[in-house]
């Protein structure tokens, strides 16, 4: 494989966008692409669920192991080749099938954005009807309100506005559009969790919920949780779709990768564990059963809000978390079609935003109708078109998209210790790490979720 970078290749003039970020604003971006819905309603549950501080721990172990190498390999490829998820690695290498695979992560991320749109459209929704007291009603069944809301066309409207928003913040630029936004999101974001974190701690019987979160059982973890572990890792760092290769490609040479990748793993860590320090104590205090994802965030925590002082003032509040939480991601999702589109068809940032946007709103459609509206009962293998984009990107591609980046950095990109500022002893374990562990890992990860993999 060549070791060689065509740095003069018309290609590479085309591609290499002036667009830059600042120090702080690349940083901001990056933990507003990570700290998504995974860290608020994925990782406060599968802690609990597989021994609390003991699979905290290594949870910590796999973020350190596999994510935090993939992501500094990410930013490396972005910010050494200055293209797109796509001609970056051309740019790199000079292999033309290298831009074949990161093509895959492209596509990744427009598949991802199509439904994801949809999600971040439900906590919008979500956060109206809290604020506005339509949802905080005593009685209420929330399984009922959300299937109710899910199988009408309502969802469709509010994906709308997300690709709206962030089609937006994207045709804004680099600086002023996704810095900007997540440097009035993401301190908010804080603020707001912060407020959430004070109430739920002081509910009566909140002890009993950060119980549940981190009583260390060493006894749970086993070779599923490990499974578990990795994979929440890879996707709690918006890792293997191009996401962090592409906001990489705007990070100027000054900037240290190594401290980046390690304030945007502890971003996400904190922000996790703060998730966790909020959810278990609210739904433990009101006597409800913890759960995951859609179950956790839209019926059994308007139960437990319902039951609280301010129910509507809290419940919206932590929609309004959900939401920009999920905007944030989304821009960062949206943003790596948009740039390949950029680059390949020479079309200005603003033309490549509307377009990519509208043709991801139709895609999205489909997957916004599946959840119980008139698309609900098409179910080809026993999945709704949402549950199989979600399953194709999240199992499928995602993994592969890691195992590029990680072939590529260890294996045909000679010059990745230069690009990181890496040398001698952190140099030899990044390549051990990237040549070895990482992608064995991966493939188990794999294999465990198609079910190739039984532990
Ligand atoms: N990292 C985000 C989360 O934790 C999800 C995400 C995945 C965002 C991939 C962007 C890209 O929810």
Not at 381 to 410: E, H, N, Q, R, S
Not at 444 to 449: A, Q, T
Request: net charge positive.
């Amino acid at each position: 494989m060549s070791s060689q970078s065509p740095k003069t290749t018309p290609e590479h003039k085309k591609n290499g966008s002036k667009e830059r970020f600042s120090s702080s604003g690349f940083i901001l971006a990056a933990i507003g692409s990570s700290v998504g819905l995974g860290n608020l309603w994925k990782f406060p549950y599968i802690t609990g669920k597989h021994g609390g501080a003991a699979f905290f721990l290594l949870f910590i172990i796999c973020l350190i192991i596999v994510g935090l190498p993939i992501l500094l390999a990410e930013m490396a490829i972005g910010r050494g080749g200055r293209g797109n998820a796509s001609s970056s690695l051309f740019n790199l290498s000079g292999k033309k099938y290298w831009s074949f695979f990161g093509f895959l992560s492209v596509l990744t991320a427009f598949l991802i954005m199509s439904y994801y749109a949809v999600v971040a459209g439900w906590t919008l929704h979500y956060t109206v009807q809290s604020f506005s007291g339509i949802l905080m009603k005593p009685g209420l069944d929330y399984k009922s309100v959300f299937t109710g809301f899910a199988s009408g066309y309502m969802p469709i409207f509010w994906q709308a506005v997300v690709m709206l928003v962030s089609g937006w913040v994207i045709a804004r630029g680099v600086s002023g559009g996704i810095e900007k936004f997540n440097k009035i999101l993401i301190p908010g974001f804080l603020i707001i969790l912060l407020i959430l974190l004070t109430r739920s701690l002081t509910l009566p019987g909140a002890m009993e919920g950060v119980r549940f979160f981190l009583k260390p059982d060493f006894a749970k973890l086993d070779a599923e949780s490990m499974l578990i572990a990795l994979g929440h890792a890879f996707f709690s760092l918006s890792l293997g779709m191009g996401c962090m290769l592409t906001y990489g490609s705007y990070v100027d040479k000054k900037q240290s990768l190594g401290t980046a990748t390690i304030a945007i793993g502890l971003g996400d860590l904190v922000y996790a564990f703060i998730a966790g320090l909020v959810i278990f104590p609210t739904v433990f205090s009101y006597g409800l059963q913890p759960s995951e994802g859609v179950g956790l965030a839209f019926m059994a925590l308007p139960a437990a809000f319902t039951q609280m002082p301010f129910g509507a003032l809290f419940g919206g509040l932590f929609f309004l978390l959900l939401a920009i939480a999920a905007l944030t991601s989304a821009v960062s999702i949206l943003e790596v079609p948009v740039a390949f589109a950029m680059h390949k068809w020479s079309w200005s940032r603003k033309k490549a935003a509307v377009v990519v946007s509208l043709v991801c709103f139709f895609v999205g459609i489909p997957a916004a109708l599946s959840v119980g509206g008139v698309l609900g009962s098409f179910q080809p293998g026993g999945k709704t078109i949402f549950d199989w984009v979600d399953y194709v990107t999240a199992y499928v591609l995602m993994p592969v998209g890691g195992l590029v980046v990680t072939l590529f950095t260890g294996y045909a990109w000679k010059k990745a210790g230069d690009e990181v500022g890496l040398s001698g002893f952190w140099y030899r374990t990044w390549m051990i790490l990237l040549r070895l562990i990482v992608p064995v890992l991966i493939v188990l990860v794999f294999l465990y979720s198609v079910g190739l993999l039984k532990v």
